[in-house]
């Protein structure tokens, strides 16, 4: 069975800093992709990104970037100078073939970001 | 540019009493799944259809039902609710493609006493 470990529950950071969310997986696939979710104190769940195990190139968007490592089976989320707005859970999820061609997302148990002015 | 509509939004039940949540998406999605969410859980998928007329289990099934009512509509069933199934429940749906995210809704808050 698919799993996705988020060791961090809660995480504090003073406005400005850079801060790294862990994220570990575990699958027997050869082709899989994963995710990162965002869910704000509205309760939302907001995609941030996708990835698939062929790509390990590092991407960056903005003040977030993703490092994907597949030797080590993780895929860390970075936030560079952080923002009040980015306090949220953040989620880790990991794409799993259902049958009849669903893919359900398994997703760790997330990590509480608290960003303090 | 609705995407995935859920109703309600909240809903407190007495233990017993039975209750629908409703699930809408007007992407043209195949795929659509329930999950509930539960403080230091993450996500559990608790049923899912492919497609238009099928259904399955997923993770956490028991003391609930779905229907898949067409390609738009996903319902899910407490048929006589528990303190335990006070949860937020998300409802979500995807092309079902491989890769492809899930689309979710705003999430029903339940609360059973």
């Known amino acids: 069975a698919q799993k996705v470990t988020q060791a961090q529950t809660e995480i504090s950071v003073v406005e400005k800093e850079d801060v790294t969310l862990d994220c570990v997986y575990e699958t027997r696939d050869t082709t899989y992709y994963l995710f990162w979710y965002k869910q704000p104190p509205s309760g939302e769940l907001v995609f941030l990104i996708r990835r698939n195990s062929f790509d390990e190139q590092n991407e960056i968007s903005g003040r977030y970037s993703w490092n994907f490592q597949k030797s080590t089976s993780s895929f860390n989320f970075t936030i560079t100078a952080s923002q009040v707005v980015d306090s949220a859970v953040y989620f880790c999820a990991l794409s799993e073939a259902l049958g009849a061609g669903s893919y359900q997302l398994t997703f760790g148990k997330g990590t509480k970001l608290s960003v303090i002015p | 540019n609705a995407g995935v509509t859920q109703t309600p939004k909240f809903q407190v039940l007495k233990t017993g009493q039975s209750m629908t949540l409703q699930c809408a998406q007007d992407m043209n999605h195949n795929s659509m799944y329930w999950y509930r969410q539960d403080p230091g859980m993450g996500l559990r998928l608790i049923y899912y259809?492919?497609?238009?007329?099928?259904?399955d289990k997923g993770e956490v099934p028991n003391g609930y039902n779905v229907s898949r009512l067409n390609k738009r509509e996903f319902s899910l069933r407490l048929e006589s609710a528990a303190p335990s199934q006070t949860s937020v429940y998300f409802c979500?749906?995807?092309?079902?493609?491989?890769?492809?995210?899930?689309?979710f809704g705003q999430g029903t808050r339940l609360t059973v006493v």
């Open positions: 979500a749906s995807n092309p079902r493609r491989s890769g492809t995210e899930a689309f």
């Open positions: 259809s492919a497609s238009e007329g099928t259904t």
